[in-house]
C-alpha cells in the first residue's frame, strides 16, 4: 500500500508508518470499525428505562443506543434522515416517546421510524411533501446491536457474525466471569483525548513489560507485575487477548531487582487505595481484556471498568471511562471500587502514566516512517503464554490486524 | 481583614503552592478530617459517585503529593491557576466558599491551554495555623480532558 512494505522480520516488528498514514487509518475505518467486528457501545445499566439513550461511537461515527418502548435496546446513526443534522447532543438522556430533530422538526419514534413531519400535506393547499412520499422508507439507520450480560455491542457491518462467534469460547469465559449476569451499577464517567494513534492504547494492555518498568505502583505493590504467576490467553486471531496475573507483594527479588521503579522503601500513608476483596472465582486478581476493535475490559482488583476507544485521525484518539460495579455491592463495595479507582482513569495513579508515554510514542513515530517497533521478549511465537516476560499478545496482535489489513 | 480577604489570600496560597512545584506543602492547606474529590460536572450533575480523584484523609492527600512529585511518569509542563469569583460565608465555625478556577497547561513545544476549568465548593475551617479546607470539591466543566491530570486542581 502507498509503497509501504512490512519489514522482512515479520510480526516480532511494527513499522511506524502504522501509527502515522493517512492511507492505513482510512483502510482501518473501513476494515475494521466499518467492518465486521463488533464495537462496544455501552452498559444496558446506562439506559434502564424505555425512552433511555446513550450517544456512543462506532469507529469515528456517532451512535444511539436507545431503551426501546418494548424494553428491547435499539441502535441507530445518529444522524436525521432529513439533512443529516445530529439528532442528539448530550451524552445520556431520556426522551418521553419520540425524537424530534430540532432543524425541521422530523419526529421519530423509539424504534427509529419516522412518525411525522410538520407540512407533510403542506399549508392552506399548497406545498408539501410529494404524493409518493413515505414515512416508511425514512427512518433512522439502524445498526445492528447485540446485549450480552449487562455490555452492548453494534456493528456497522450486517455481515459481522453473532457477537457469540465473534468473541469466540474462549474470549467469551472470560467476558462471562465480569458480566457474570449481575446487575451493573454505572458508577461514572471520565473521557481524555490523547495525541496518539488509537492502536496503542489496544497495545498498550497488551504489553506486559511496561506494567513492570513503567508504573511504580503496580511494580513496588506488585498489583500487576512480571514475576507474579501470570498467563496470557488469546483467540484464535490474536486480535482479542486476556492478560491475567495474581497480586504479588513488595519485595525485593530476582524479578524486581531488575525493575528500576520498584521502591522498596515506598509505603503508602493510607493503604486503603490499594486494599481488594476477592470477589471473583479462581486465583486471578487482575484480568485486563481487549476486545477487538474498541474495548478494553479493565478487572484490577476491585475496580471495573469499560475504556472505549474512539479514533480521530491517525494521531489521536478519545478514550471513554465508564467505571461501574454490581447492582447488588453493599456501601463497603462500593467505596472500595470508588477508592481503586485513583489507580485508572485521566488523573490515574497508575493510568495517567499510560496517557502521558503513549503520547510521547507518538512523538517518536513522526517522520521516522523508515523505522519500526521490536517484540521480541519471549521470542517471536504467537502462543499462549504462562508467564508476562513476552511481547506474544503484540505479535499475535499484529498477526490479526495484518490479515485484516492486507498488510 | 475581612473575610474576603482572608480567603483570596489563602487561594492566592493554594495556587501559588501548586503551580510553584511545592506539592509537599498542599496536604498542609487541610484539616483532618478533610476529603478532597476532582469530579466532573457531568457526574456530579447526575449524582454519580465516581472522582477523577479522591483522597479521603491526610494520608491519600501525602500519597498523591508523593506520586505527582516522585513516582508517575508526565512530560514536563508548566501549571498555572486562575482561581476568581470567590464568595464566602462564615456559619457556626466554617467558612462556606465559592469559586471559579481554570488551570492554564504548558507543554514544551506546544502553545498554553486551558487544561481545564470549573469551579470549587470548598468548605474552610479556622485552626492555629490559620485557615485550612475541610472538604475541597472541584467540578470540572469539561466532557473531555486534554490528555491527563497529573497533579491536583
Redesign the interface.
Known amino acids: 500500500m502507498n509503497g509501504r512494505a512490512w519489514p522482512a522480520e515479520g510480526d516480532s516488528r511494527v513499522p511506524y508508518w502504522v501509527y502515522t498514514d493517512e492511507a492505513i487509518y482510512r483502510r482501518e475505518i473501513e476494515r475494521i470499525f466499518e467492518g465486521p467486528t463488533w464495537s462496544y457501545l455501552a452498559l444496558e445499566c446506562e439506559i434502564p428505562d424505555p425512552g433511555d439513550y446513550k450517544r456512543t461511537s462506532i469507529g469515528e461515527r456517532s451512535v444511539l443506543v436507545v431503551r426501546g418502548a418494548n424494553g428491547a435496546i435499539n441502535g441507530f446513526l445518529n444522524r436525521c434522515a432529513h439533512r443529516g443534522v445530529q439528532l442528539c447532543q448530550q ?2 438522556g431520556h426522551v418521553d416517546r419520540f425524537f424530534v430533530c430540532p432543524y425541521h422538526q422530523w419526529t421519530y419514534d423509539l424504534e427509529g421510524k419516522l412518525r411525522g413531519l410538520p407540512f407533510v400535506r403542506g399549508v392552506k393547499g399548497v406545498g408539501g411533501m410529494p404524493a409518493d412520499f413515505s414515512m416508511a422508507d425514512h427512518g433512522l439507520t439502524p445498526i445492528p446491536v447485540q446485549a450480552r450480560r449487562g455490555a452492548v455491542f453494534g456493528s456497522l457491518d450486517a455481515q459481522a457474525p453473532p457477537l457469540e462467534e465473534y468473541f469466540g469460547p474462549r474470549m467469551l469465559g472470560f467476558y462471562d466471569r465480569v458480566f457474570d449476569g449481575r446487575e451493573l451499577r ?10 496518539a494513534n488509537w492502536k496503542l492504547m489496544l497495545e498498550n494492555i497488551k504489553d506486559t513489560c511496561h506494567a513492570s518498568l ?1 508504573h ?2 503496580f511494580v513496588t505493590f506488585g498489583l500487576f507485575r512480571v514475576d507474579n504467576p501470570s498467563k496470557v490467553r488469546m483467540d484464535e486471531t490474536g486480535l482479542h487477548a486476556a492478560l491475567i496475573s495474581e497480586r504479588g507483594r513488595q519485595e525485593l527479588n530476582e524479578g524486581t531487582r531488575q525493575m528500576q521503579s520498584f ?1 522498596a522503601q ?1 509505603t ?3 493503604p ?2 490499594i486494599e481488594a476483596v476477592r470477589e471473583f472465582p479462581g486465583d486471578a486478581t487482575v484480568i485486563m481484556h481487549t476486545f477487538w476493535p474498541n474495548l478494553i475490559l479493565q478487572q484490577q482488583s476491585n475496580t471495573l471498568a469499560t475504556r472505549q476507544i474512539v479514533p480521530r485521525g491517525p494521531q489521536e484518539f ?1 478514550l471513554h471511562w465508564t ?1 461501574f460495579g454490581y447492582a447488588d455491592d453493599d456501601d463497603e463495595m ?1 467505596e472500595r471500587r ?2 481503586q ?2 489507580l485508572m ?3 490515574g ?1 497508575v493510568s ?2 499510560d ?3 503513549v ?2 510514542a507518538q512523538d517518536g513515530f513522526r517522520h521516522a516512517a523508515e523505522a519500526a517497533g521490536i517484540n521480541e521478549m519471549g521470542g517471536r511465537d504467537h502462543a499462549d503464554a504462562d508467564h508476562m516476560v513476552t511481547d506474544v499478545a503484540l505479535r499475535a496482535f499484529y498477526r490479526g490486524y495484518r490479515r485484516v489489513m492486507d498488510l | 481583614m475581612s473575610l474576603r480577604e482572608e480567603v483570596e489570600d489563602f487561594y492566592a496560597e493554594y495556587g501559588e503552592i501548586i503551580d510553584g512545584g511545592e506539592l509537599e506543602r498542599w496536604p498542609e492547606l487541610f484539616a483532618e478530617p478533610c476529603l478532597y474529590r476532582i469530579v466532573s460536572k457531568e457526574n456530579h450533575d447526575r449524582g454519580l459517585p465516581l472522582s477523577l480523584m479522591r483522597c479521603d484523609g491526610m494520608g491519600m492527600l501525602r500519597d498523591r503529593a508523593l506520586a505527582s512529585q516522585k513516582l508517575n511518569v508526565y512530560a514536563p509542563r508548566a501549571w498555572r491557576h486562575s482561581i476568581t469569583q470567590i464568595r464566602a460565608r462564615e456559619e457556626h465555625g466554617r467558612i462556606a466558599v465559592r469559586a471559579n478556577f481554570a488551570v492554564f497547561e504548558t507543554l514544551q513545544d506546544e502553545h498554553t491551554r486551558v487544561l481545564c476549568a470549573g469551579r470549587y465548593v470548598d468548605t474552610l475551617v479556622r485552626t492555629e495555623a490559620g485557615l485550612r479546607l475541610r472538604e475541597k470539591i472541584c467540578i470540572y466543566d469539561a466532557a473531555l480532558i486534554p490528555g491527563s491530570i497529573v497533579m491536583p486542581l
Not at chain 1, 458508577?187 to 483525548?193: A, D, K, N
Open positions: 451524552d445520556t454505572l458508577l461514572g464517567y471520565s473521557r481524555q483525548r490523547l495525541a513503567l511504580v505502583f521502591k515506598l503508602l500513608q493510607d486503603r487505595i478519545d467505571f462500593t470508588l477508592r479507582a485513583n482513569g485521566p488523573g495513579l495517567m502514566d496517557g502521558e508515554i503520547a510521547r
